[in-house]
């Protein structure tokens, strides 16, 4: 899937982006107690989201890697959308090689 294909309420989306940003994790209180959260700019040759990292997922990429998302879910925060993974989804570093164009 494209990031131009992405609408509100999509869910198991899957696709292959490039990191383009990512801020500095933050804690923030939800449901589940205090967390750990970060934001990262994603971006494919059709457009970009922000994507939200949690704990452990934080520290699996860097700015510059090609990854693979898969089971995350389509949001709207502040009027942009936004791609979140939950625990069930997976966010994996893939070969540099595999995607071109960006």
Do not use: C, H
Not at 49 to 55: A, C, D, F, Q, T
């Amino acid at each position: 899937m494209n990031i131009s294909e992405l609408s509100v309420g999509m869910k198991d989306v899957t696709l292959s982006a490039k990191v383009s940003e990512k801020s500095e994790p933050r804690e923030v209180q939800t449901r589940f107690g205090r967390r750990l959260v970060a934001d990262v700019m994603v971006k494919d040759k059709t457009g970009s989201i922000k994507l939200s990292l949690w704990e452990k997922q934080i520290d699996a990429v860097k700015e510059g890697d090609e990854i693979e998302i898969a089971g995350a879910y389509v949001t709207e925060w502040r009027g942009s959308l936004q791609l979140s993974v939950p625990k069930t989804g997976k966010v994996s570093v893939v070969d540099n090689k595999k995607l071109d164009g960006f």
